[in-house]
């Protein structure tokens, strides 16, 4: 008989990592869901508030508000917490201050016997998933970062939406940085097999102008939906959720994550947003993508950018 059961434990239950255990639950990815915050009333309120929803559930999940030796047994554990981006401030800005907390929540995990896979997706998020690296002493293939999923997720949606086509249709990257540096591979972007480039040479109306526009869109999307809204959360919790059933499920997908490069696009000692298989042990693979040589040139300067940025604090 099986006992072993999945567990996934989410730190923060703040707006992105209650949203991700509300969308955990609506999906039926894991047996076991425990939530952790400074906030224990807030966690408690959350975890009552989802077992409420179980009859609804596609399957049986046990909800429960813990502490960190609760990690110990954990697959997974998923990080959120951390200071937000205000408005008018960058996924860099929040460097110094979340690099701090973060220093203090891995070690209490790993405290608890914790040997799991790690998902970081607080901002910035490339630096701290390095932080949860080198904090943890894990090995690189199971520190993972949420990276450019949901710039991907953007991206493919917004044009599908251009071309009135499904968005599960699209296939299309973002790399890089997950914040202003990042870049899109449009050398690798298609529709159904057919070149993203073919598209616009095939039909009216269509140019390359408005792609440029598209990917702007795409680049400063949070910075509107903040304005509008004060956080983003929805997006990246179902980004979060994709991930999180690959790595459980085994599936070997291609995610844009935040991995660890080493040698791979001739970088090293850097997490950044590229695509990479996934499967229940982490990070499989990076796969390398042939870049033009102006996408390879925007590469390196996303990646100047990170290095600079994280070299006083890391």
Sequence with gaps: MLNRVNRVAVIGTGFVGSSYAFA???????????????????????????????????????????????????????????????????????????TRIFKGIVKDIMASGFDGIFVVATN???????????????????????????????????????????????????????????????????????????????????NQVELDKIFLHVRDAAYHIIEKKGATFYGIAMGLVRLTKAILQNEYSVLTVSAYLDGEYGQSDIFVGVPAVVNRDGIREIVELDLSDEEKQKFEHSIEVLKKTMKPVI
């Design 24 to 98: 955990l639950l609506n999906q039926g990815i894991t047996e076991e869901l425990v939530l952790i915050d400074l906030n224990k009333d807030k966690a408690e309120g959350d975890a009552m508030d989802l077992n409420h929803g179980l009859p609804f559930a596609p399957s049986r999940t046990k909800i429960w508000y813990g502490d960190y030796s609760d990690c110990g047994q954990a697959d997974i554990v998923v990080i959120t917490a951390g200071a937000n981006q205000k408005p008018g401030e960058t996924r860099l800005d929040l460097v110094e201050k979340n």
């Design 124 to 206: 910035p998020v490339d630096i701290l998933t390095y932080a949860v690296w080198k904090f943890s002493g894990l090995p690189k293939e199971r520190v993972i970062g949420s990276g450019t999923i949901l710039d991907t997720a953007r991206f493919r949606f917004l044009l599908g939406d251009y071309f009135d086509v499904d968005t599960r249709n699209v296939h299309a990257y973002i790399i890089g940085e997950h914040g202003d540096t990042e870049l899109p591979v449009w050398s690798h972007a298609s529709i159904a097999g057919t070149s993203i480039s073919e598209w616009t040479k095939n039909k009216q109306g269509y």
